[in-house]
Each structure stands twice: as structure tokens, then as C-alpha cells.
């Protein structure tokens, strides 16, 4: 019984032991996975915004590209023009006719609009002034592109260190905890029972010991004498003993004795 008391108390302090343990384990990989799922949430976002970011540089990327021809075209047409007018009579950049069958009123109107050089080169200006817009937004999107893939890159490492915590580290500490939490109570139910049942029989051997040996009953007379029990009457002196006389009257005897079955 101590023995069993012993074993009792051994595994009440397992499972006072093992208790917190799988709390804390519990807990921590609670917090872990909550760090990862904020980590995933981060990885996600930026990954999202890298999407955008690509995609916007690809159709800026065009744009810059379109704003380029249309700037040499203009180049073009501004170098054409100044080798035209080198050749011979001079002709009208407008209607290409020559310039001396021109009157002198249509001269002053056409003096009056800007040459085609000073146009092209009009039009280039504001096409370098977009293109320099575009060229600091792509430079921007760039540096917003270097940012969020070095964010995502550092949020996947989390998310791979928290897993990693969670199945090498606390898993498998959680479930040896586990385990042996449930050996614990199994082996302290089954001492339990144990320590009932040898504490019952104690009982039952003090209550025996305090009532001492219990005698032996002596069977009744009649009993005896029907089995034919050593000292008992034999049946011819039962019936004697009913009629002594022999007389058909029974005697006093007979009158309160039962009546045998011989």
C-alpha cells in the first residue's frame, strides 16, 4: 500500500510538472503562428504592390519609349527643314510653293506663324519635360521596387523561421508533454484503483481479525437424528419412544415430536 501511495504521489508531481509545460508550449506556438500570420499578411501586401510596380514600369517603360520616337521624328523634321532651306530658291515650308510668287500680305501671315524648326523644337521641349516626369517616376517606382522586395524577402524569412520553431522545436515538445501527461493520469487512475481495492481488504481483514474465529453451529437434534448422526436416537427407539407400551395410543412424547419419516 505505501508503495502504491508512493507511485500516487509520483504522478501527481509529473502532472503538476507537466501541466505548465504544455501551457507554455501552447502558448508559444500560439505567438508563433500569429507572427507568421503577420508575416504572410506583410509578404503578401508588398508582393501585391511589387505586382502593380511592374506593371506600371512596363507601360512607363512604353510610354518613354513613344516619347523617344516622337522626339526623333521632330529631330527629323527640324534637320530636314534646315537642309531645304539650303537648296536653291527658297520654297514655303507651308504650301511648298516658291517664295517669291508670294504676295507681300501672304508673306506677313506666314512670318507669322512660327517655322517649322521653332515648332519642332517647341514640341520637343514639352516632350523632354514629360519624358523627364517619366524618367523620375520610373526612377521612384524603382526605388519603391528595391524596398518592397527586400520587406518581402525579410517577411518569407520569418515566415520560414516560425514554421521551422514550430515543427523542430515545439511540436514535438508539446506532443512528448502530451504524452506523457496522459501516462501520468492513466498510471494514477490505475493506482488509484489499486489503493481502493488493498484498502478495502485491509478493512475487511481488521473487521475479521476484531470478531475472532466465528464457532461452529451444532445441527438440531432432529436434524441429526434423520442423517443418522453418531449419539442420536436410532429409529427403532424413536418409535419406542412414542409407544412404549407397543399400545396404539401414542405416548407424551409423540404427541409434541415430529413425525419422522420412517
Avoid at 511589387?50 to 517603360?61: C, N, S
Avoid at 515650308?93 to 512670318?111: D, N, T, W
Avoid at 521551422?164 to 508539446?174: A, Q
Wanted: charged share 30%; aromatic share 4%; net charge positive.
Amino acid at each position: 500500500l505505501q508503495t502504491v501511495k508512493a507511485g500516487i504521489a509520483a504522478c501527481d508531481t509529473t502532472i503538476a510538472e507537466v501541466t505548465p509545460r504544455i501551457a507554455d508550449s501552447s502558448s508559444a506556438i500560439a505567438r508563433s503562428m500569429a507572427t507568421r500570420k503577420g508575416a504572410w499578411e506583410g509578404s503578401h501586401k508588398a508582393r501585391s504592390r511589387l505586382l502593380v510596380i511592374e506593371q506600371l514600369r512596363d507601360r512607363f517603360t512604353l510610354l518613354q519609349k513613344h516619347y523617344q520616337s516622337d522626339l526623333d521624328h521632330l529631330k527629323f523634321i527640324e534637320e530636314g527643314d534646315y537642309f531645304l532651306s539650303q537648296l536653291g530658291d527658297p520654297h514655303c515650308p507651308f504650301c511648298g510653293k516658291l517664295v517669291a510668287e508670294h504676295s507681300v500680305e501672304q508673306l506677313e501671315q506666314e512670318e507669322a506663324l512660327a517655322s517649322i524648326q521653332d515648332a519642332a523644337r517647341a514640341e520637343a521641349r514639352k516632350i523632354a519635360a514629360n519624358v523627364a516626369d517619366l524618367e523620375q517616376t520610373l526612377r521612384s517606382l524603382e526605388t519603391e521596387r528595391g524596398q518592397l522586395d527586400r520587406q518581402a524577402t525579410s517577411r518569407e524569412e520569418e515566415i520560414t523561421t516560425a514554421e521551422r520553431t514550430i515543427r523542430d522545436e515545439l511540436e514535438p515538445r508539446l506532443l512528448a508533454d502530451k504524452a506523457a501527461l496522459t501516462e501520468a493520469i492513466e498510471r494514477r487512475t490505475s493506482l488509484l484503483d489499486q489503493q481502493f481495492k488493498l484498502e478495502r481488504l485491509a478493512k475487511l481483514a481488521a473487521q475479521h481479525a476484531a470478531l475472532g474465529r466465528e464457532p461452529k453451529r451444532r445441527a438440531p437434534a432432529w436434524r441429526r437424528c434423520a442423517k443418522g448422526a453418531p449419539g442420536g436416537p436410532r429409529p427403532q427407539e424413536r418409535r419406542s419412544r412414542r409407544n412404549p407400551a407397543g399400545s396404539g395410543r401414542a405416548s407424551p412424547v409423540q404427541s409434541w415430536y415430529p413425525r419422522s419419516p420412517w
